[in-house]
């Protein structure tokens, strides 16, 4: 058996990572757990299978809208950062600590 120090990196990252998993998943938004019952809606309403893959575009025009509010909101922060009064998320600042 394989013992790992209390002080270990790993140990130390490990419960950061169980918290991160966690969020994405037990806790995400409602609209985004409905896109996949909203896509699948949308494949029954089109009939999309074997016989009818042209019933899958109602589903790829639906991720295509999110995709594009996404890019979107994207430029709109990006811009917003780049004017007057921005928070300094494009520039770069490393915090050193005492060598």
């Known amino acids: 058996m394989v013992s790992v120090a209390a002080d270990a990196p790993v140990v130390r990252v490990l419960p950061v990572l169980v918290c991160a998993v966690d969020v994405m998943t037990d806790r995400s938004p ?23 893959p042209g019933g899958y575009a109602g589903g ?17 922060l990006w811009q917003a950062e780049r004017g007057p009064g921005s928070h300094g998320l494009e520039t770069i600042t490393i915090k050193r600590g005492a060598d």
């Open 30 to 52: 409602p609209i985004a757990r409905a896109v996949p019952f909203v896509v699948g809606f949308l494949n029954d309403r089109y009939l999309a299978g074997p016989d009818n």
């Open 60 to 76: 790829m025009w639906f991720y295509t809208l999110l995709s594009s509010l996404g890019l979107l909101f994207a430029w709109k």
